[in-house]
């Protein structure tokens, strides 16, 4: 710094993931951007998915208390692949429970990492509550960070913009795709992340599948001429708020 000049604050991207693996499936590719742009992303993980989400190891015979240890491990390995750091909240799974306990520690994270950026889970999802309870906690803390006569440590926070990310059936959660993002370039970085949770081996291939799929819309929606590579890779999210800007594009 010369001249006593001040450096803008690196852009924050917090993601807030209800389970040890949904931060990688879901947002890998806008984590894997954010990181190699050279902003700090800091991932809320809820829950390890330990009951949930583990089917492998429980048929394994592996305890409660060593599951997750695995998927605490793995989701840790995951985040270092990204460029991301991750906190463990440890809130337990199935069910994953809406507390005004769990959404103050959440509160503490909005004010502390100050995001540009929220990235979350959508409003519904019929086959995992675990998923609707994380968001509706996301958007109660980003609420509650905005209060300055909330008591929790920590600057006041604005509004920064929340994306849902693409659950598992998206069909059946009220998910419409409103923005699709271009993560071809930092895709095998995502690819290596998902390989770092064997628990869940069986959804690598259907998250590289649905990559491609929406490479192919976000092609089709961004026009002919852009230059595009003919393998592209895309992630769908949604908006719960309205945008603001002072051009439309």
């Not at 993601?15 to 809320?44: M, P, Y």
């Given at each position: 710094?010369?001249?006593?000049?001040?450096?803008?604050?690196?852009?924050?991207?917090?993601?807030?993931s209800?389970?040890?693996?949904?931060?990688?499936w879901?947002?890998?590719?806008?984590?894997?951007?954010?990181?190699?742009?050279?902003?700090?992303?800091?991932?809320?993980?809820?829950s390890?998915g330990?009951?949930?989400?583990?089917?492998?190891?429980?048929?394994?015979?592996?305890?409660?208390?060593?599951?997750?240890?695995?998927?605490?491990?793995?989701?840790?390995?995951?985040?270092?692949?990204?460029?991301?750091?991750?906190?463990?909240?440890?809130?337990?799974?199935?069910p994953l429970?809406?507390?005004?306990?769990?959404?103050?520690?959440l509160?503490?994270?909005?004010?502390?990492?100050?995001?540009?950026?929220?990235l979350?889970?959508?409003?519904?999802?019929?086959y995992?509550?675990?998923h609707?309870?994380?968001?509706?906690?996301?958007?109660?803390?980003?609420?509650?960070?905005?209060a300055?006569?909330?008591?929790?440590?920590?600057?006041?926070l604005?509004?920064?913009?929340v994306?849902?990310?693409?659950?598992?059936?998206?069909?059946?959660?009220?998910?419409?795709?409103?923005?699709?993002?271009?993560?071809?370039?930092?895709?095998?970085?995502?690819?290596?992340?998902?390989?770092?949770?064997?628990?869940?081996q069986?959804?690598?291939?259907?998250y590289?599948?649905?990559?491609?799929?929406?490479?192919?819309?976000l092609?089709r929606?961004?026009?002919?001429?852009l230059?595009?590579?003919?393998?592209?890779?895309?992630?769908?999210?949604?908006?719960?708020?309205?945008?603001?800007?002072?051009?439309?594009?």
């Amino acid at each position: 710094m010369t001249h006593g000049a001040v450096l803008a604050a690196a852009r924050s991207t917090l993601v807030i993931s209800a389970h040890a693996g949904d931060f990688v499936w879901r947002a890998g590719g806008a984590i894997a951007l954010a990181a190699s742009r050279g902003e700090k992303v800091v991932i809320a993980c809820l829950s390890y998915g330990e009951r949930g989400e583990s089917a492998k190891a429980w048929r394994e015979g592996k305890s409660l208390e060593e599951i997750k240890g695995i998927r605490r491990t793995e989701a840790e390995q995951a985040a270092a692949a990204l460029g991301a750091e991750v906190r463990f909240l440890d809130a337990g799974d199935y069910p994953l429970l809406a507390t005004p306990e769990l959404t103050d520690r959440l509160v503490g994270i909005y004010r502390d990492t100050q995001p540009d950026v929220v990235l979350t889970h959508p409003l519904a999802d019929p086959y995992n509550a675990d998923h609707p309870a994380a968001a509706r906690m996301a958007l109660d803390a980003r609420i509650l960070a905005q209060a300055i006569g909330y008591p929790a440590p920590g600057e006041v926070l604005g509004a920064p913009p929340v994306f849902f990310f693409e659950p598992h059936q998206p069909e059946m959660c009220d998910f419409t795709p409103q923005v699709l993002l271009d993560i071809t370039e930092v895709f095998d970085t995502k690819r290596k992340a998902m390989e770092c949770l064997p628990a869940q081996q069986h959804l690598w291939d259907y998250y590289t599948d649905l990559a491609k799929r929406r490479g192919v819309q976000l092609k089709r929606n961004a026009g002919p001429n852009l230059g595009l590579p003919h393998t592209t890779y895309g992630e769908a999210y949604m908006r719960p708020y309205p945008q603001v800007t002072g051009e439309l594009a």
